[in-house]
């Protein structure tokens, strides 16, 4: 093997052990009421999340959706397997609602029923 390709090995393999601390979210913790609390934003067409959505356990779930446009739009949420309605309702421009379901390891799914936003699915719960 090249000097080179040890040197650059070498060097992938510090940046990498220097960046997982940071590249690594925690696991999303229950409140004292043991809910766990997910803030979504919905812009034009897509939402965005402040909490990670990956490794979510089954149990209580507070969905906390925040309308950041100035139009009407919708939130419904569903089992992801069986497609069963978990919620749905609409928010006019800068509203706030908070959806509670109950998230089994079956997943949920989420949209805007009301603009065209594609299916988010949250399909790896424990």
Known sequence: MSIFKRVTSVFLMLAALIAAPFSTAAVLEPNEDGVR?????????HFSAKETLAGLKAGEYEFVITNKTNKLVGFQIQNFKTHEGLDMFPLEPGQTRISRVTVTTDGVRFRCPINPTPWYDIDNIN
Do not use: A, P
């Not at 609390?37 to 067409?45: A, K, M, S, T």
């Open 37 to 45: 609390v997910i803030h979504l934003d919905q812009h034009g067409g």
